[in-house]
């Protein structure tokens, strides 16, 4: 009893922090830029007073949307990432390496170049492609073997097939996805809240359903013979979890592209550091992927400054060698197999 009070008061002191530590980071990505604003004009701009020169403009149509963009996409992957290495029960998972952010790319490259002025359809192919990558590479690992390893080779090679299939569609259609490069390696430059707002009511929607079922998903994190012992149907939710992993990539996917690593290096840090309990690491991770993100841009808009960096560069920088860290590392004397 004492242990897991202490893991309670653990988690929670962990989710005041991640949310103070994400209200700062948001406040410097409002502040900082091609050109440096102070933290009270900032204010004074999203509380309708006057500021001097431009600084309006700047906050409410570049920083301001850009801002919120980099916060949902973090979450959004992050616990996109917790869900399915949950559900799959690979510690190795993540939208980007199982092929589930290819799935949306592919879907969105598909809808721009056959309809695009819809918008407003985005987030809802980029949800199709990636649901589609995620119950082909389960399907596929499934049957191939149930190792870990096989389940990361089975996203490999569909993340490729997808990716060949999105450049096609580029080759055949050059005009269908505007600013390709970064749509491919993940950027938030020139995001309105026009693009921003449908991915923000699915990523919503999604995280409010994986909370209302945390308790499901905790049993299932025991395993599906455990889980099913308890009364679980395995099936149903695995599936409704998917669903609702691939609609937060594919969410994310439709306004900043093929954003990677996010969903990996997250999950990792908040299992580790917010106890046992489902909803609390769902909400870490949430948080945890919100900072790591604004902060990733935050950098790539200052390191190089007056040029910008894509935020995939910078998330890339250090996720490729986490990945790395985690394909060798050793639990018990046994490599992940």
């Known amino acids: 009893m004492k242990n897991l009070q202490k893991h309670s008061i653990r988690g929670h002191k962990l989710i005041f922090l991640l949310l103070s530590a994400v209200v700062l980071s948001a406040l410097l990505s409002l502040c900082l830029g091609a050109v440096s604003i102070s933290p009270l004009n900032v204010l004074r701009s999203l509380l309708g007073k006057d500021v001097p020169g431009g600084t309006a403009v700047i906050i409410r149509l570049a920083r301001l949307p850009r801002t919120c963009a980099c916060l949902l996409a973090g979450m959004a992957l992050a616990v996109s990432g917790a869900v399915i290495q949950t559900v799959l029960n690979n510690p190795l998972a993540a939208p980007n390496v199982i092929g589930v952010n290819a799935g949306a790319g592919f879907s969105v490259t598909m809808l721009c170049a056959l309809l695009?002025?819809?918008?407003?359809?985005?987030?809802?192919?980029?949800f199709a492609g990636a649901l589609a990558a995620v119950?082909?590479?389960?399907?596929?690992?499934?049957?191939?073997?149930?190792?870990?390893?096989?389940?990361?080779?089975?996203?490999?090679?569909?993340?490729?097939?997808?990716?060949?299939?999105?450049?096609?569609?580029?080759?055949?259609?050059?005009?269908?996805?505007?600013?390709?490069?970064?749509?491919?390696?993940?950027?938030?430059?020139?995001?309105?809240?026009?693009?921003?707002?449908?991915?923000?009511?699915?990523?919503?929607?999604?995280?409010?359903?994986?909370?209302?079922?945390?308790?499901?998903?905790?049993?299932?994190?025991?395993?599906?013979?455990?889980?099913?012992?308890?009364?679980?149907?395995?099936?149903?939710?695995?599936?409704?979890?998917?669903?609702?992993?691939?609609?937060?990539?594919?969410?994310?996917?439709?306004?900043?592209?093929?954003?990677?690593?996010?969903?990996?290096?997250?999950?990792?840090?908040?299992?580790?550091?917010?106890?046992?309990?489902?909803?609390?690491?769902?909400?870490?991770?949430?948080?945890?992927?919100?900072?790591?993100?604004?902060?990733?841009?935050?950098?790539?808009?200052?390191?190089?400054?007056?040029?910008?960096?894509?935020?995939?560069?910078m998330l890339s920088c250090i996720g490729g060698p986490f990945f790395i860290y985690l394909l060798t590392k050793r639990r018990g004397g046994h490599r992940y197999d």
């Open 116 to 126: 695009p002025g819809a918008i407003f359809l985005l987030p809802f192919a980029a």
């Open 135 to 313: 119950l082909l590479v389960s399907y596929i690992s499934r049957r191939s073997g149930s190792s870990k390893m096989t389940l990361v080779l089975s996203g490999v090679a569909v993340s490729c097939i997808f990716s060949a299939l999105t450049d096609a569609v580029i080759t055949f259609a050059p005009d269908s996805l505007v600013a390709y490069s970064d749509f491919r390696i993940g950027s938030f430059a020139n995001i309105s809240f026009q693009h921003l707002r449908p991915a923000a009511l699915v990523i919503a929607a999604a995280l409010i359903l994986i909370l209302l079922f945390s308790n499901e998903l905790e049993l299932l994190s025991l395993g599906s013979s455990t889980a099913a012992s308890l009364g679980l149907n395995v099936r149903a939710v695995r599936m409704l979890m998917l669903v609702l992993s691939a609609a937060l990539a594919g969410a994310a996917v439709s306004f900043c592209g093929l954003l990677g690593f996010v969903g990996l290096v997250i999950p990792h840090i908040m299992r580790h550091s917010a106890g046992e309990k489902a909803a609390v690491q769902v909400i870490s991770c949430a948080l945890g992927g919100a900072l790591m993100v604004t902060l990733c841009d935050i950098l790539s808009r200052v390191l190089f400054a007056p040029y910008e960096l894509p935020a995939g560069i």
